[in-house]
């Protein structure tokens, strides 16, 4: 009984899966330059698709965020990623902190 149920979830699963094969497959057939922008335009396309499969696999409700940042860190040397990183993280923090004295300075007054 339940490898009946099993086949009928995988179905639509395998259909996606196979429309995403293909569309890998036209995107490589396209790729006329060789060397290295060959080899990022594969690197990229295959980050993409698989970061929106993994989105998937967890539900994610934002695919489209997924796939804009699996592009952008493939497409970015290391040294500006982390430099990134980095910024995004002080920011938080800043914001973290900033919110805080705002909130005991708005709920703290007497009266």
């Known amino acids: 009984m339940n490898e009946v149920s099993d086949q ?21 057939r396209l790729i006329s330059h060789g060397g ?9 396309v295959a980050s ?22 699996a592009y952008v860190l493939v497409r970015a040397r290391p040294s500006v990623v982390f430099q990134r990183c980095l910024e995004r993280l002080t920011g938080t923090v800043i914001g973290a902190i900033g919110g805080h004295c705002w909130q005991l300075s708005y709920f703290t007054k007497p009266g």
């Open 8 to 28: 009928k979830d995988a179905s639509p699963l395998r259909q996606r899966l196979r429309c995403m094969a293909d569309g890998i497959f036209v995107e490589l």
């Open 36 to 44: 290295d922008r060959g080899k990022l335009c594969a690197e990229t």
């Open 48 to 69: 993409v698709v698989l970061a929106v499969y993994l989105a998937d696999i967890f539900n994610l409700k934002e695919r489209w965020w997924v796939a804009l940042s």
